[in-house]
């Protein structure tokens, strides 16, 4: 990787082009928007917000109303989110095969190593996903939501971002700076573990992140080398010995090989 950036990937699918589709972002938008409120918000409110026309706003909740994805208060006229979000949610996280997979081995890495195990969808956009995870029996433990969302280049996971990703370094460090890192490394140490985490295929975040935590990732890759998931083992630092990083990475690193040929048979 250089400073002006990576070439695509032998392998890599042809970029899709995507055309707008006005009434599609527009009621996305609309959901995004009463996701972070925490109470119910009227027509106006939420057409000045997105820049939307009054009338075409209420014409897309009305529609939204009738799927149950939002609701709306008789009385106050204020929209929330509806119970069709619950059952999208759910279908997303326990319908499909990626959880499934999943499951399975966060529950033996939690068992064995004593470790909050966690599986990561890596999007599109590269946003941090959390799919599903497993606790270790223990009186301390640290815990996530599965549905958790974070921002790019976060802990360990960050780092396979960068090193499997096409963005060059000064695109890196401006998403570097943007990271609320509880101990805030410099950018080229960062980018030396980047680089270190693309020639040994995994990575870890000791106390940068999280002051106290500390995450190791591994990355799960589609046909062309892709990544797509990760998978996280994380820790109380002071549990984590370097005695103990070898076989729980070759562990994580042999499931991880598992759950790829799963989901990509024939890659």
């Not at 250089?2 to 392998?11: I, N, V, Y």
């Not at 106006?44 to 939204?64: F, M, N, Q, Y």
């Not at 609320?180 to 960062?190: G, I, V, Y």
Request: proline share 5%; with cysteine.
């Amino acid at each position: 990787m250089s400073e002006q950036g990576s070439s695509r990937k032998p392998g890599d699918a042809k970029a899709v082009r995507v055309r707008p589709v006005p009434a599609v972002s527009r009621s996305i938008a609309i959901l995004r928007l009463l996701g972070r409120e925490k109470r119910g918000i009227g027509v106006k409110a939420i057409a000045d917000e997105l820049g939307l026309v009054p009338s075409t706003c209420l014409h897309i909740l009305r529609v939204l109303v009738s799927e149950d994805l939002v609701r709306v208060d008789p009385q106050t006229k204020q929209y929330s989110l509806g119970s069709g979000m619950i059952s999208l949610a759910k279908s997303a996280l326990e319908g499909g095969g990626v959880v499934q997979i999943l499951q399975p081995v966060l529950d033996r890495l939690a068992s064995d190593y004593a470790v909050t195990a966690v599986g990561v969808e890596v999007t599109p956009a590269e946003k941090v996903v959390v799919l599903a995870l497993a606790q270790a029996r223990q009186p301390f433990r640290l815990h996530v939501d599965v549905g958790s969302e974070f921002s790019t280049l976060v802990s360990a996971t960050g780092r396979l971002i960068a090193a499997h990703g096409d963005a060059s370094w000064a695109q890196l460090r401006k998403r570097f700076n943007a990271v609320p890192w509880d101990n805030p490394m410099p950018f080229d140490t960062w980018k030396a573990q980047v680089e270190q985490a693309r020639e040994q295929g995994w990575s870890m975040d000791r106390d940068n992140f999280v002051n106290g935590v500390t995450a190791i990732a591994v990355p799960v890759l589609s046909t062309g080398g892709r990544l797509t998931y990760t998978l996280v083992a994380m820790s109380l630092s002071n549990q984590v010995t370097d005695a103990m990083v070898p076989g729980l990475v070759a562990a994580m690193q042999r499931e991880a090989r598992v759950i790829s040929e799963q989901l990509y048979p024939g890659r």
